[in-house]
Every structure is written in C-alpha cells, then in structure tokens.
C-alpha cells in the first residue's frame, strides 16, 4: 500500500519567515496530494491541495510543488504569521479505484512572534 | 449548518467495557468515514461508508465496528476497549467517495485505562 514520510516532525520559524513542509509517497499511480492543518482541539480542516497533472498551485501565502518523478510534493507558507501555528498533514491519494487518503506523521510548526 | 459533529468530545473507558462513538452531519453527503489520530502517527482510516447501507474496512479496523444508521449518522462500536484503543477519533464526510472533500468533525478523545 501507499506510505507518505513528511519531514520535519517539528519546525519553529520566526514571524514573517517561510517555512517549508516536505513529504514523500511510495505509489506512483497516486494522482491527488492535499494538505491540511489541525488547530489544538480542532479536527484537521483542507487548506490546498495538487492534482498529479500539476506541478505548483498557490493561494495567498501557501503554496504546493509535485515532483511526480521523485514522488515527492512540498508545503511552502511564506509570510508567517501566529495563526499559522498549527500541525500540518500531508497525504496521498492511490490511483484510479482508490478511496483512501494515507497520511503522513504531522509536522508541528511553531510560529515565533 | 453544524457540519460534522461528533459525541461524546471525551470519555474515558476500563478495559474490556464497551461503547458507541457517535456521529452526524447536516451536509447531506452520501460517504462518511472514521479515523484515529495517535500521537507521531498521522490519521489512519478505520472503516468507510461510501453510502447508506454500505461499509469497508480502512486500514486498522480491528476491534471496532460500525453502523450506517441512516444518511446522516455514522456510529464506531468498541465492543471490548483495550488500551491500544487509547485515541483521538474524527469522523468525516463527503460527496460519494470524495476523499478529496473531506469535512472532519473535532473529534472524541477516548482514553482506555
């Protein structure tokens, strides 16, 4: 089955940094990558996501690159703000019949004002 | 519009009783779904419903059960709690099978002692 590594478990920046989220897919026949973010007590809600015949999507200060050969896919938030503390989930969707999203491990990321 | 709502928010359990996590939503979605989320271990799927009077097994099912009781509710059973089972779980729902629009509820923190 699929398996998706997301790198790092734990990321501090300082206000008005970027950070950058990384993971890795095992399936090549995955075709859709989302990323969530879960706020402390909150269930994980979407914030973008990239369809395998893309190779970068943005929106505002968050942006998704898919490198389909390497089979891996990022998170870039630029801009940083407090509210952007939160943990962050990548996942991957297999290919044509597939109805299950694997997840990665979660990378919490500390926005330092 | 409630969305995803899930009872109870905790509940602490001995091992070897049992109990029925409840969820609901008012978005009129065909598919529902159940995972857990443990600590450095991402979300794994449970079991599914793709619609009304259907249900899978996700990729940890043992020791739960579900019911589809009707569109708009999905019940998880633990018919004999252990420790293992310590979690938190989110129900979610979306369109027939779009994992891609997923909407997850805040989740039940159940703790087994």
């Known amino acids: 089955g699929e398996n998706v590594e997301q790198h790092p478990s734990t990321l501090s920046v300082q206000e008005g940094d970027s950070a950058v989220i990384k993971c890795t897919y095992s399936d090549s026949a995955s075709n859709y990558f989302p990323w969530y973010k879960q706020e402390l007590g909150k269930g994980p809600q979407l914030i973008i996501d990239?369809?395998?015949?893309?190779g970068e999507k943005k929106d505002q200060r968050i942006a998704v690159t898919l490198n389909k050969t390497a089979k891996h896919f990022s998170l870039h938030i630029t801009e940083t703000q407090p509210e952007d503390s939160a943990v962050y989930f990548c996942?991957?969707?297999?290919?044509?019949?597939?109805?299950?999203?694997?997840f990665g491990k979660g990378t919490k990321l500390s926005v330092i004002p | 519009n409630a969305g995803v709502t899930q009872t109870p928010k905790f509940q602490v359990l001995k091992t070897g009783q049992s109990m029925t996590l409840q969820c609901a939503q008012d978005m009129n979605h065909n598919s529902m779904y159940w995972y857990r989320q443990d600590p450095g271990m991402g979300l794994r799927l449970i079991y599914y419903?793709?619609?009304?009077?259907?249900?899978d097994k996700g990729e940890v099912p043992n020791g739960y059960n579900v019911s589809r009781l009707n569109k708009r509710e999905f019940s998880l059973r633990l018919e004999s709690a252990a420790p293992s089972q310590t979690s938190v779980y989110f129900c979610?729902?979306?369109?027939?099978?779009?994992?891609?629009?997923?909407?997850f509820g805040p989740g039940t923190r159940l703790t087994v002692t």
């Open positions: 419903s793709a619609s009304e009077g259907t249900t």
């Open positions: 979610a729902s979306s369109e027939l099978l779009r994992v891609d629009e997923q909407y």
């Open positions: 996942a991957a969707k297999g290919g044509a019949g597939s109805y299950q999203l694997t």
């Open positions: 990239i369809r395998s015949n893309v």
